[in-house]
C-alpha cells in the first residue's frame, strides 16, 4: 500500500481480563482519508476505535500490546499526554451526546477545559468555524443561546462532531455515528464527512457495509478480534482477496 | 444536494460515454477515408487504434461495477449504470466494425475499387448521423427522440440493399470481379451493423427513461 499512515498498529493485543478482544492487529490507516471498519458484532471493531484514544483505559481490567504508531510516536508509552492525545484524536459516539446547555456553551466547553482561546471574539469566531464546518452556521447563528438538545439529531450530531474539530484535532474517530440518524440525515453526514476528510484523517465503524461502501477510501475487516483484510474500499467490495470477507459482505455469513 | 459526489460520478460517466462515441465516430470516419484513398498505412493505425477503444470500454465497466458495488443505486441512477454498461459494449463493436473496414483496406491492398463511393460514403454518413443522435438523447434522457434515431435505420437499410445488388450485378457479369466487390459488401455490411448497434442503444435509452425493456425496430437483416 502506497500511503504514509497516520496511524500504525504493530502487534497490537488486547484482553479484557482473561478474554482475547484484539489480536495481532496490523493496520495502517491512510492520512485525510476515510478508513470504514467493518464486522459482525463482537469482532472488536469499536475495541480497536478506543485504542486510538486510549478510550479503553477507562475500562477495568483491560490489557494492551504491541504499539499504536500516530506520527511517528507510539501512543501506549506510558509518558503519553492523554489530555492533548484526545483533544487531537477526537470522538464521535452512536448517539448524539450534546451537553446540557446551549448550543454556544457546548462549543465553548473544550476550549475552556484546553485553555486553547481566551477572549471572547476569540471563542466566538472559532464557533462560527466549527458550525461553519459542519454545515450549522446559516440554521444556528441567531440561536446560539439555545439550548443544543432542542436540536434535532442530525443537528446534534453535526454539533458533536464540530464539537471536536473545534479543537483542531488530527483525526475523529466515528462509532457508528448515523445509528441513530433517519436515512436522509446519514447521506447528510456521510456528505459532511466527505468534506471533512479533506482536512482530517476519518475512522469510521460501522455495522452497516453500504454505508462502509459508499463513504469510505479504504475498509478494513474484522472477525474475532482479528483484522482479516484491509484495502481500497472499491477492492474490497468488488474483489475481495479472503473468502471470509466474500462471505461476510455478501451476506453468506453465519 | 445531498450525495452530490454520487452524481458527480453519474455525470463523469456520461462524460466517458460521450468521449467514448468520439473515439468511434473518428474510427469510422478514418476507415471509410481509408477505403476511399487505398490507404494501407491509415487502416493498420485505425486496427492498432481499436485497442483503445476496447480499453475505454473495459474501464466504463469498471466504474460502472464499482459504483454498483460502492454507491448501492437504485431506480433511475441504477437503470442509468446498466445502460451505460451495455451502450458501452455497443460502442465497443462499432468500433469493431470500423477496425473490420479498415482489415479491408489492408485486404485490398493497391487494388483499384470495383466502383467509386456513393452509397457506402451516405451509409457511413447516416450512421454517424444516428450515433450522434442518439448520444444526444442519451444526454438529454429524451425516450421520443431515441425512437426517432431508429427510424434513420430503414434508409440505412434500403441503401445497402442498393449497394448489395449493384455489386451483386458487377459479380454476375463479371467473376473477375468477385474479390473486389465482395470487400466493398463487407464494408457495406459493416455500415449496416453500424446502425443495428445504434439502434440498440435507442433501446437502452428508452429503458432509461421509462424503465419498459422492449425492441424498437427490428432490422430485415
Known amino acids: 500500500m502506497e500511503f504514509a499512515p497516520k496511524i500504525e498498529t504493530v502487534g497490537l493485543n488486547l484482553h479484557y481480563g482473561g478474554f482475547l478482544a484484539l489480536q495481532d492487529v496490523n493496520i495502517k490507516v491512510p492520512a485525510q482519508n476515510i478508513t470504514a471498519i467493518i464486522g459482525p458484532s463482537g469482532c472488536g471493531k469499536s475495541t480497536l476505535l478506543r485504542c486510538f484514544n486510549r478510550m479503553n483505559d477507562l475500562i477495568e481490567h483491560t490489557e494492551v500490546d504491541g504499539r499504536i504508531v500516530i506520527d511517528g510516536r507510539n501512543i501506549l508509552d506510558p509518558n503519553t499526554d492523554l489530555i492533548f492525545l484526545r483533544r487531537k484524536i477526537g470522538m464521535v459516539f452512536q448517539r448524539p451526546n450534546v451537553f446540557d446547555l446551549s448550543i454556544y456553551n457546548n462549543l465553548r466547553f473544550g476550549l475552556r477545559i484546553h485553555r486553547m482561546l481566551d477572549g471572547k471574539d476569540e471563542v466566538m469566531d472559532a464557533i462560527r468555524q466549527g458550525l461553519e464546518h459542519v454545515g450549522l452556521w446559516q440554521d444556528l447563528k441567531d440561536k446560539l443561546r439555545k439550548n443544543a438538545r432542542t436540536l434535532t439529531l442530525e443537528q446534534q450530531q453535526r454539533l458533536c462532531i464540530a464539537r471536536v474539530i473545534i479543537l483542531k484535532p488530527d483525526i475523529i474517530l466515528l462509532d457508528e455515528p448515523c445509528s441513530a440518524l433517519d436515512p436522509v440525515s446519514t447521506l447528510k453526514i456521510e456528505d459532511l464527512l466527505r468534506v471533512l476528510k479533506q482536512e482530517y484523517t476519518i475512522i469510521i465503524v460501522t455495522h452497516n457495509m ?9 475498509t478494513g475487516f474484522m472477525y474475532l478480534g482479528q483484522l482479516i483484510e484491509f484495502g481500497q474500499t472499491q477492492q474490497i467490495f468488488t474483489k475481495p482477496k479472503e473468502k471470509l470477507t466474500e462471505n461476510y459482505i455478501s451476506g453468506h455469513f453465519g | 444536494m445531498v450525495r452530490e459526489s454520487f452524481c458527480k460520478y453519474i455525470k463523469d460517466l456520461e462524460k466517458d460515454v460521450v468521449d467514448m462515441s468520439r473515439m468511434v465516430i473518428a474510427a469510422i470516419n478514418r476507415s471509410i477515408e481509408a477505403l476511399k484513398t487505398h490507404n494501407a ?8 487504434d481499436d485497442m483503445l477503444i476496447n480499453k475505454k470500454r473495459w474501464d466504463l465497466e469498471e466504474k460502472c461495477i464499482n459504483l454498483i458495488a460502492t454507491q448501492q443505486p437504485v431506480a433511475s441512477d441504477l437503470r442509468e449504470i446498466i445502460a451505460v454498461l451495455n451502450i458501452a459494449t455497443e460502442l465497443e463493436r462499432i468500433g469493431d466494425y470500423a477496425e473490420g473496414i479498415g482489415k479491408i483496406v489492408v485486404m485490398q491492398g493497391t487494388e483499384p475499387l470495383i466502383k467509386s463511393l456513393v452509397d457506402i460514403l451516405q451509409m457511413a454518413a447516416l450512421g454517424i448521423s444516428m450515433l450522434e443522435k442518439s448520444i444526444d438523447a442519451f444526454l438529454k434522457r429524451d425516450a421520443k427522440a431515441a425512437e ?9 437499410d434500403l441503401l445497402y440493399d442498393r449497394v448489395y445488388r449493384e455489386l451483386l450485378s458487377y459479380m454476375i457479369e463479371d467473376p473477375k470481379t468477385i474479390t473486389r466487390a465482395t470487400y466493398l ?7 449496416e451493423r453500424i446502425a443495428d448497434r445504434v439502434t440498440n442503444i435507442c433501446e437502452r435509452i428508452v429503458f432509461l427513461v421509462t424503465g419498459r425493456m422492449e425492441e424498437i425496430k427490428v432490422s430485415k437483416y
Open chain 1, 210 to 218: 453500504q454505508q462502509a461502501a459508499r463513504v469510505s477510501d479504504y
Open chain 2, 41 to 48: 498505412d491509415e487502416a493498420e493505425r485505425i486496427i492498432e
Open chain 2, 148 to 156: 426517432m434515431v431508429c427510424a434513420d435505420d430503414d434508409k440505412i
Open chain 2, 185 to 191: 459488401i463487407w464494408a457495406a455490411h459493416n455500415l
